[in-house]
């Protein structure tokens, strides 16, 4: 089964480090979402993509956050300067074009800001 | 108050048992429900999606949906070890891709 695809797993960096987060969909979702989650709370948007466009960054911390996904396809995630509040799971999730699809989750990169 | 409420747990059972997993919501506008599993330092994975009211039924799964009590159950059969995850419940309205999460109840089955 296709899956979606995160790198890396894991990451420790010093706060006002930069980071970076890769995602790659499933082949064929048009719809690609980036979650942040805090330990013992569910999932939260902070940016969605239709294709290559931005539709929703309405929850982005824009003064430190950014994504992009030129081709429409994958996507990175940057944090410049991460903050020590910044530690949690960032999740990847897409889906297909259908609108009533249910999204599917990568494994996630697990962020310690030291 | 939360759009989506989920009591966090843990709730810890023995094998075998019937586990009834809930959430309440406020928002009327929510059509679609879905429950996911999360495995620890896993991603959620997508277990049942389903619309409006009614029962749905898959394997040892089985999703209920209340609209009038705004209020939504997962009861798991037979409930084994490989079970124990933390169950997050998803749901959205028909006008919009986007998935409201509750905080997930974290289920113990222990042998």
């Known amino acids: 089964e296709a899956e979606v695809a995160q790198s890396p797993r894991y990451k420790i960096t010093e706060k006002s480090q930069a980071v970076a987060f890769w995602c790659d969909p499933i082949?064929?979702?048009?719809?690609l979402y980036w979650y942040r989650q805090i330990l013992g709370q569910g999932p939260e948007l902070l940016v969605q993509?239709?294709?290559?466009?931005?539709?929703?960054d309405s929850q982005l911390p824009k003064d430190r956050f950014s994504a992009e996904r030129l081709k429409g396809v994958d996507s990175t995630l940057k944090i410049q300067p991460a903050e020590l509040g910044d530690s949690a799971m960032y999740l990847c999730?897409?889906?297909?074009?259908?609108?009533?699809?249910?999204?599917?989750f990568g494994n996630g990169t697990r962020l310690t800001v030291t | 108050q939360k759009e989506v409420e989920q009591d966090p747990g843990p709730l810890s059972v023995p094998e075998g048992a019937i586990v009834s997993l809930n959430c309440t919501y406020s928002n009327s506008a929510f059509q679609y429900f879905m429950w996911y599993r999360q495995y620890s330092r896993k991603g959620p994975e997508l277990l049942m999606y389903?619309?409006?009211?009614g029962n749905k039924e898959d394997g040892r799964f089985t999703a209920q949906v209340d609209k009038s009590s705004k209020y939504i159950s997962l009861f798991i059969r037979d409930s084994q070890p490989s079970d124990s995850a933390t169950y997050l419940c998803?749901?959205?309205?028909?006008?919009?891709?986007?998935?409201?999460f509750g905080r997930g109840t974290s289920l113990i089955v222990h042998p």
């Open positions: 389903t619309y409006s009211s």
């Open positions: 998803a749901m959205r309205s028909g006008g919009s891709y986007i998935p409201t």
């Open positions: 999730a897409s889906s297909p074009p259908a609108a009533n699809s249910p999204l599917h």
């Open positions: 993509f239709q294709d290559e466009s931005v539709v929703d």
């Open positions: 082949s064929g979702h048009a719809t």
